[in-house]
């Protein structure tokens, strides 16, 4: 089915927003509202509906992408501020400073995530700034596909000038496009035109893979509540975000923040208004405290396929009595954006036949998988995942025990080192500078005026 993508920069959006929103898609669509992998807001509608829906959007000042965004939304672990553990340095308001900066909208897909949380996965981005035990500043780990691997940039950067970093790097990368291009000829051509505030990396950046929080249901932190809000086929009814928002408001509450679980987060529940919240939820009919079997999936966005065959084998799980704890699914192609540490790929387009593989040990984390099944029918399915998932039991209960918690190897910065490099061709000079007067370019014999020193990464 048709749908249109909301931006919710950041993953956050007020109540007034929403609702404004659940207004105008109940007027003008289907009346229903689902939360996509990058926390912005998908809106169904037919296909008739879409253009005066989209005027209708873009007139409330609603930032409006199709299905294929041509601006990806930025994806934050804002959601995870005071619920989930945190740098003791980062704060909401780092992220909304971070946030305002960005006067433009991003062409690449731009991750702000805290490392120690557990919610929102680090790398799903293309350029992934992850915070660093320095007060202010940040790793940049860059995951552009061209470039083959994961890149850490060699210095931290300054939260504070994070979207002019974005800015520099994508005018480079986009505006320039090619093929064979490297991440040291990134790294020295943006270090030649943007001199940002950096600091040197003191410590190595060390990502620890674990199991998906709890995300749904109602829990206590200090002296207030926050909620996770899921719907099994994905769709949050209008009506029903009509009234939640209000409650909202009615008990100042600021923001609401979509999750790539396809959940609503509420935070900041006042422990005087939790009754409020039950009230809500119960005249609404939406349930809390869902199993781990149907809340630890990702599947693509608007993939009413793909939903049917997720509904299909958790009523298997439950009737085979498999247990999932500790597991992820997902359900599509692996990509950048794969978090889930079994994956069931499809082989042919009526989702029919399947083949189903995993990461090696069965921690999140990994860019290897392993082929369990190489082509399976649809109806073998639950007894390849019983089977599987006895795989990951049978070895944890032996001597892989902190397999859900090992450590990933650290990603570290790039060695590098400043060299003359040729303006016209990229070639380095063989000689370090200062160079000779009468040096010319060993490919392009261009002088030594046209040579400037750059810093750029080395094998270590």
């Known amino acids: 089915m048709p749908y249109l993508r909301i931006a919710t920069q950041g993953g956050v959006i007020t109540p007034d927003e929403l609702q404004r929103l659940a207004l105008i898609t109940k007027k003008w669509a289907l009346g229903k509202i689902e939360v996509g992998f990058r926390q912005d807001l998908l809106i169904p509608c037919t296909d008739s509906q879409r253009s005066l829906l989209r005027s209708q959007l873009m007139s409330e000042g609603f930032g409006v992408e199709e299905a294929a965004a041509v601006h990806p939304n930025i994806v934050s672990s804002l959601v995870a501020q005071n619920i989930f553990p945190q740098l003791s340095w980062l704060r909401s308001g780092d992220y909304l400073d971070i946030l305002d900066e960005f006067t433009f909208k991003p062409r690449l897909k731009i991750n702000l995530i805290d490392p120690t949380q557990e919610l929102i996965r680090p790398l799903t981005g293309e350029l992934n700034f992850i915070a660093s035990p320095t007060p202010s500043f940040w790793y940049l780990v860059v995951n552009l596909s061209e470039l083959g691997g994961i890149h850490v940039w060699p210095k931290l950067v300054d939260g504070e000038q994070i979207a002019d970093w974005v800015q520099h790097i994508e005018k480079i990368w986009l505006e320039n496009p090619r093929s064979n291009r490297s991440f040291e000829e990134l790294y020295g051509t943006v270090s030649k035109t943007f001199t940002g505030r950096t600091r040197p990396i003191q410590k190595e950046l060390k990502l620890t893979p674990k199991p998906y929080p709890h995300h749904e249901g109602i829990y206590r932190y200090d002296d207030r509540y926050w909620m996770g809000l899921y719907q099994r086929d994905n769709e949050f009814d209008t009506a029903f975000l009509e009234a939640l928002c209000q409650l909202c408001i009615d008990t100042k509450i600021g923001r609401l923040y979509p999750t790539p679980f396809k959940t609503f987060i509420v935070r900041d529940i006042p422990k005087e208004t939790i009754y409020q919240w039950e009230k809500l939820l119960g005249i609404w009919g939406i349930h809390t405290h869902y199993s781990s079997l149907e809340l630890n999936w990702q599947l693509p966005d608007a993939d009413a396929s793909a939903l049917r065959l997720k509904t299909e084998l958790v009523e298997a799980f439950e009737r085979l009595r498999i247990r ?25 387009t009526d989702y029919q036949r399947f083949r189903v593989v995993h990461s090696p040990d069965f921690y999140i984390g990994n860019t290897e998988w392993e082929v369990f099944a190489g082509d399976v029918a649809r109806k073998n399915l639950p007894e390849i995942l019983r089977r599987l998932t006895l795989k990951y039991y049978e070895q944890l209960s032996t001597d892989k025990k902190a397999s859900i918690t090992r450590k990933t190897s650290g990603l570290k910065p790039a060695p590098t080192q400043r060299v003359m490099q040729c303006t016209h061709c990229q070639t380095v000079a063989e000689l370090s500078s200062p160079l000779p007067s009468s040096y010319l370019c060993s490919l392009c014999d261009a002088p030594v005026a046209d040579f400037v020193e750059v810093e750029l990464e080395i094998a270590p």
């Open 324 to 348: 999932t704890s500790s597991l992820s699914f997902g359900i599509g192609y692996r990509n950048a954006e794969t978090t889930s540490t079994i994956v069931i790929e499809p082989l042919s």
